[in-house]
């Protein structure tokens, strides 16, 4: 039974930062890779980024490349996305996903 819970959400100002967590269990985590998906109302779920199972590979949409970082911490079933130099379009309900599931999401909201 896959769980995936993000955290870390919140109201930001255009330039600003913010970093996601994801806390995983139900399954061996470091067996899998691990994806940040958003989604809106406009363009629907849209993977942001993916990690490899030991984290040596990464891959990013080219929206979010340079701004973006995608890591893992395997001791802590843990994935992370750390958002720098937001903009207003990054607006979204960010979820991670795993093996056909993900969690409910964290909102994030990118605003002056």
């Known amino acids: 039974q896959v769980q995936l819970v993000e955290s870390g959400g919140g109201l930001v100002q255009p330039g600003g930062s913010l970093r996601l967590s994801c806390a995983a269990s139900?399954?061996?985590?470091?067996?899998?890779?691990m994806t940040w998906y958003r989604q809106t109302p406009g363009k629907g779920r849209e993977p942001v980024a993916t990690i490899s199972p030991t984290g040596v590979s990464t891959n990013y949409a080219d929206s979010v490349k340079g701004r973006f970082t995608i890591s893992r911490d395997n001791a802590k079933n843990t994935a992370y996305l750390q958002m720098s130099s937001l903009k207003p379009e990054d607006t979204a309900v960010y979820y991670c996903g795993v093996l056909g599931n993900w969690g409910p999401g964290t909102q994030v909201t990118v605003s002056a």
């Open positions: 139900g399954y061996t985590f470091s067996d899998y890779a």
